[in-house]
C-alpha cells in the first residue's frame, strides 16, 4: 500500500504560480510511476503529468502548454508540480497518483492504483 498525502494549493491571481508537492509513505516511492491529475465538478478527472520512476521521462498534457513541471526527489519520496502562468481555467482539484504499470507513462485513470485526496487550486481572475 501507498499512502499520499498532496499540499501546496492555494488562491493565487491569474499569472501567478504554485508548487504542488505529494509526500508518499509505505513503499518507496522510486518503484512507481507517478502523475498528477485534476478535476473540477461535473468533469472527469483530467491527466496533467506523469514522470517514469527514475525522473528522466515525463509526459504532459497539452492543457498545460508548457506552464507546468513535473519532478520527483526519491530520496523524499515526494512528487512535485511547478506551475507557472496560472490561468483562471486551471481551477481544479489536484491530485497525484501512482502506478505500476510496466508501459510507459499512462494517461488514464485506470492505470493509476493509488490516489491521494487532492489539494484545492483555484487561480483567480
Known amino acids: 500500500q501507498v499512502q499520499l498525502v498532496e499540499s501546496g494549493g492555494g488562491l493565487v491571481q491569474a499569472g501567478g504560480s504554485l508548487r504542488l508537492s505529494c509526500a508518499a509513505s509505505g513503499r518507496p516511492l522510486s518503484m512507481y510511476i507517478m502523475a498528477w491529475f485534476r478535476q473540477t465538478p461535473g468533469k472527469e478527472r483530467e491527466f496533467v503529468a506523469a514522470i517514469s520512476p527514475s525522473g528522466g521521462v515525463t509526459n504532459y498534457a497539452n492543457s498545460g502548454g508548457g506552464r507546468f513541471t513535473i519532478s520527483r526527489d526519491n530520496a523524499k519520496n515526494t512528487v512535485y508540480l511547478q506551475m507557472n502562468s496560472l490561468k483562471p481555467e486551471d481551477t481544479a482539484v489536484y491530485l497525484c497518483?501512482?502506478?505500476?504499470?510496466?508501459?510507459?507513462?499512462?494517461?488514464?485513470?485506470?492505470?493509476?492504483?493509488?490516489w491521494g485526496r487532492g489539494t484545492q487550486v483555484t487561480v483567480s481572475s
Open positions: 497518483a501512482a502506478s505500476s504499470s510496466p508501459n510507459g507513462l499512462p494517461r488514464r485513470n485506470s492505470a493509476y492504483n493509488y
